[in-house]
């Protein structure tokens, strides 16, 4: 019988680790066991040890000395710098996607921001708003790019379902629709504003601009 490959075993230790700290299953502060996670995944330590490289990498977790592994805490400071990344570089790889982007790539991202405004909860809400974002900014062919985009908004969702849950209600997402009017008319330099402007929101609206913006914005 062949043995599946420690980088694969890696890598699905980190996905697995990655959706329950995102989730909440994993809770702030609660250590990551070696060994047990090891047990549970029949797996040596070294891809353990290497999907807690990798979740250190992603934010998701924090290494302490005679403290082990840790899962990451929330912090302010950390949320608004992924909200400063996200819209740097979701800028950035709009940019390079323009010209690559067809009517049928848009089409496509205008039904997953359709589905996102008819979810009902918020982790449906997050799963539809990711794949819009992912539509316009895949054909920037920068995958490395995309890879660190990609966990940024892993952080964000954290973000979104540890701490602003409570807050998030339904809503229609106007900027969404804005940045594809933008694309649609070929200004990319529009496009590229308001979707930053957009992911550096971070936080629930007050009132009276979510009456007139549609919802709690969190993040975009």
């Known amino acids: 019988m062949t043995r599946e490959p420690e980088e694969t075993v890696a890598s699905k230790i980190t996905r ?4 329950r700290i995102v989730s909440g299953a994993l809770a702030p502060g609660e250590k990551l066991r070696q060994d047990h996670i090891a047990a549970e995944f029949g797996a040596s330590h070294v891809p353990v040890r290497e999907a807690f490289r990798r979740l250190e990498a992603q934010g998701l977790a924090v290494s302490e000395p005679r403290r082990g592994v840790r899962v990451a805490a929330f912090d302010p400071a950390e949320m608004r710098e992924v909200a400063e990344m996200r819209s740097a570089l979701e800028a950035l ?7 690559h982007l067809t009517p049928a790539m848009l089409a496509e991202a205008e039904r997953a921001a359709d589905a996102a405004d008819r979810c009902r909860d918020i982790r449906s809400w997050e799963a539809a708003n990711r794949r819009f974002h992912r539509l316009l900014l895949a054909p920037c062919g920068m995958p490395r790019l995309l890879r660190t985009i990609d966990d940024l908004h892993a952080a964000s969702a954290r973000f979104l379902f540890g701490g602003s849950a409570a807050a998030w209600e339904p809503r229609v ?40 913006q549609g919802g709690y914005p969190l993040f975009g």
Do not use: N, S
């Open 16 to 19: 697995i680790l990655a959706e």
């Open 93 to 99: 790889a709009l940019r390079h996607a323009v010209p």
């Open 173 to 212: 997402d106007v900027e969404h629709r804005a940045i594809l009017a933008a694309l649609r008319r070929g200004d990319a330099d529009a496009a590229c504003a308001t979707l930053a402007r957009h992911v550096k929101r971070i936080g629930p609206l007050p009132r009276r601009a979510r009456v007139e």
